[in-house]
T-cell receptor
């Protein structure tokens, strides 16, 4: 158990809909990262938050947005969903060691029908 | 543009033998390299990392080697055990640039045969 929690575990929805994925980082970690893993792909970085502020952006679509709340949990909002958005979405958090290690949650599997 | 590459999608090894997983990268700004292990329906689990100023880091059965001139790293698992069967991802970060996100390879599926 990494200490990072994600809900829900599975999500099935239709094209055009909007969903929210939730993540709680490990106790004491200020950084939260979101990654997307599509079929047979490596993990692709979407966005990072540090202590409530956006720190870095990766290949995140304009239809996607995220935020980190004062209690440090984070939400990833996906709107106008398309079939191609079906993927595993992982959240990770990292300690302040500066050694690069991140600890991942179990993921949310999103299926868009 | 894939900055971290794992060219072997799969590897099979006999139990007790050495497993060697390879990874290549292109970005010379990477300062930390990491290996993650992933089981189906679970998130990646951190295994071991190495700083770009080192060429070897060891933790139990796992050793990571870094060859900066070749932009290559490898993970050695010895002895291999059936429980090591999983997908292994190589990752890298460029923290000195201010961005700590990880760049992942596409993974190598390791099968350890009893």
């Amino acid at each position: 158990d990494s200490g990072v929690t994600q809900t829900p575990k599975h999500l099935i929805t239709a094209t055009g809909q909007r969903v929210t994925l939730r993540c709680s980082p490990r106790s004491g970690d200020l950084s939260v990262y979101w990654y997307q893993q599509s079929l047979d792909q490596g993990l692709q970085f979407l966005i990072q938050y540090y202590n409530g502020e956006e720190r870095a952006k990766g290949n995140i679509l304009e239809r996607f947005s995220a935020q980190q709340f004062p209690d440090l949990h984070s939400e990833l909002n996906l709107s106008s969903l398309e079939l191609g958005d079906s993927a595993l979405y992982f959240c990770a958090s990292s300690p302040q060691t500066g050694k690069g290690e991140q600890f991942f949650g179990p993921g949310t599997r999103l299926t868009v029908l | 543009d894939q900055q971290v590459k794992q060219n072997s999608p799969s590897l099979s090894v006999q139990e007790g033998r050495i497993s060697i997983l390879n990874c290549d990268y292109t970005n010379s700004m990477f300062d930390y390299f990491l290996w993650y292990k992933k089981y189906p329906a679970e998130g990646p689990t951190f295994l071991i990392s190495i700083s770009s100023i080192k060429d070897k880091n060891e933790d139990g059965r796992f050793t990571v080697f870094l060859n900066k001139s070749a932009k290559h790293l490898s993970l050695h698992i010895v002895p291999s055990q059936p429980g090591d069967s999983a997908v292994y991802f190589c990752a890298a970060s460029a923290g000195q640039t201010g961005a700590n996100n990880l760049f992942f390879g596409t993974g190598t599926r390791l099968t350890v045969i009893p």
